[in-house]
């Protein structure tokens, strides 16, 4: 799996907005990201939303939305408006689901899809949220703390004697 970009919102644009207009909450986008074990990331608009909340943090894989951009000729498009917190390539995030994996020395357990809701079809354009049911996304808890970087650290040892 490769780390491709990191997104992260102070507040709900659509989450708990049913039957009301959308918020006014713009997403960031940001080169790292601290992930709290049990809370979230700090700084998203999920840090801290309940106890053992199973959608701490969202994965979105970037093929899947090259796929959805040029299957409903979106032209080029940002995948903030997907309000997913971390945009992956290289696997297929469904199977993850029920899967404990690390990146970067963090430990997560993917709990379930991040499945699409109406919005998608405000956000994009319809026909959205048809697209993406079955590759929404992962939704996962963080089970150790840490920090993702997209330019992880070089490691250096010292191996003086």
């Known amino acids: 799996m490769q780390l491709r970009r990191f997104f992260i919102s102070p ?10 207009p959308a918020g006014e909450h713009p997403t960031r986008e940001v080169d ?10 700090r700084g998203d608009r999920f840090f801290d939303y309940k106890e053992d909340y ?7 894989a970037e093929e899947v939305f090259s796929q959805l951009c040029e299957t409903l000729n979106l032209g080029k498009r940002s995948p903030a408006d997907l309000r997913r917190n971390i ?5 297929d995030l469904n199977t993850l689901i029920g899967q404990e994996f690390e990146i970067q020395g963090v430990l997560f357990l993917g709990t ?15 026909g959205t949220e048809t697209f993406l049911k079955g590759r929404g996304g992962l939704r996962a808890k963080i089970l150790t703390s840490g920090t ?8 250096t040892a010292d191996f003086s004697v």
């Not at 507040?11 to 009301?20: A, E, S």
């Not at 945009?87 to 696997?91: A, D, Y």
Request: aromatic share 12%; proline share 5%; glycine share 12%.
């Open 87 to 91: 945009l992956t390539s290289g696997i």
């Open 112 to 126: 379930r899809e991040c499945s699409p809701c109406y919005w998608m079809d405000q956000a994009y354009a319809p």
């Open 54 to 60: 199973k959608g701490q943090v969202t994965f979105f």
């Open 148 to 155: 993702l970087s997209l330019t992880p650290k070089l490691i």
């Open 11 to 20: 507040g709900h644009k659509y989450f708990g907005h049913h039957g009301k």
């Open 32 to 41: 790292e990201i601290e992930c709290v074990t049990g809370c979230g990331i």
